[in-house]
């Protein structure tokens, strides 16, 4: 049986923190911006650390699981 959580969860968060799509912190103009589909350099770094923060919190400290089987 395989886990599949780390691997969902990391795609989800992917898509959903990806700078530009739904929101970016910080934007070009404005502290927060919602689908302006450009991106900068520290909106990637604040948007890395957000991914990781809350992959480690699922992943490791709520202990999400999904098995296949």
């Known amino acids: 049986m395989a886990d599949w959580a780390p691997v969902l969860i990391g795609v989800l968060l992917f898509v959903l ?3 530009g799509l739904l929101v970016q912190l910080p934007g070009y103009n404005r502290s927060i911006e919602f689908g302006g589909m450009k991106t900068n350099g520290k909106a990637i770094f604040v948007h890395t650390l957000i991914f ?18």
């Not at 480690?56 to 089987?69: D, F």
């Open 17 to 19: 923190l990806s700078p």
């Open 52 to 69: 990781f923060g809350l992959y480690t919190i699922l992943t490791l400290a709520v202990h999400i699981h999904i098995y296949t089987g």
